[in-house]
C-alpha cells in the first residue's frame, strides 16, 4: 500500500507574502496542524488523500517550477520519499512552517512564521512574523534567519507594524498582497 498525504488543495497563483512576494508558485496546502491560531485561513477538516505521484502530477501541471507547500503545518506529513518525487521534477520547494518541527533536507527555502514555543526547527531563510503588537526583537535572537518581514494581522495594524519597523530596521514589511489584488 502506498503512502499518503491529506491535501486541502493544489492551486497555482502568485506568492502573496514575503520574500518572493510576486513569484508564479504551485501551493500545495496540506491539511492538519498542531496549532490552533485564531487568524489561520485553512480548512483543516477537508482534505483528499493523494499518494506522491497523483501531488507531483497535479502540481507539474502548471507551467512554474516554484513550490510552496503550506498548510497547516506541513512538516507533520511531508518526508523525503515526497520530496525527492517532486525534486525528480525540477521543482524549487518552499516551505512555510510553525517552527515545531526540523526540516527535511530536500527543503530549498525556509520560510517560518513561528507560533508558541517550543521551537524545533533548524534552519530558516525568512522568518515571518505576524505582528500584533509584541516585541519580536526576541524572536530574531532564538531563530536566527536571513531575512526577517513583519506582517500585519489581517491588514488591522497596518500602522503600528510601520511604526515597529521604522524604529527597528532589521524587519521588513509583507502585505498580504493576493489578498489586497484579490488573488489566491
Known amino acids: 500500500m502506498r503512502k499518503t498525504y491529506k491535501v486541502n488543495e493544489i492551486f497555482y497563483s502568485l506568492q502573496g507574502e514575503g520574500y518572493y512576494t510576486g513569484t508564479p508558485a504551485v501551493f500545495l496546502r496540506l ?31 502548471y507551467p512554474t517550477r516554484h513550490l510552496v507547500i503550506t498548510g497547516g503545518e ?21 516551505i512555510e512552517t510553525n517552527g515545531t518541527n526540523p526540516v527535511p533536507v530536500e527543503v530549498d527555502w525556509v520560510t517560518c512564521s513561528p507560533k508558541e514555543a517550543p521551537w524545533l526547527v533548524d534552519r ?12 519580536v526583537e526576541e524572536l530574531a535572537h532564538l531563530l536566527p534567519a536571513r ?3 513583519l ?5 488591522s495594524n497596518i500602522p503600528e507594524t510601520v511604526e515597529y519597523i521604522m524604529q527597528h530596521p532589521r524587519w521588513r514589511l509583507s502585505l498580504q498582497t493576493h489578498k489586497l489584488i484579490n488573488i489566491r
Do not use: W
Open 31 to 61: 491539511c492538519g496542524c498542531n496549532r490552533h491560531c485564531p487568524f489561520c485561513d485553512t480548512d483543516f477538516a477537508t482534505g483528499t488523500d493523494m499518494d506522491a505521484d497523483a501531488i507531483v502530477a497535479a502540481i507539474s501541471a
Open 124 to 135: 530558516i531563510d525568512e522568518l515571518k512574523v505576524v505582528f500584533q503588537g509584541q516585541d
Open 74 to 94: 506541513p512538516i507533520l506529513q511531508i518526508d523525503s520519499d515526497l520530496l525527492r518525487a517532486i525534486k525528480a521534477q525540477h521543482f524549487y520547494v518552499q
Open 151 to 155: 506582517q500585519p494581522l489581517s491588514g
Open 147 to 149: 531575512h526577517h518581514f
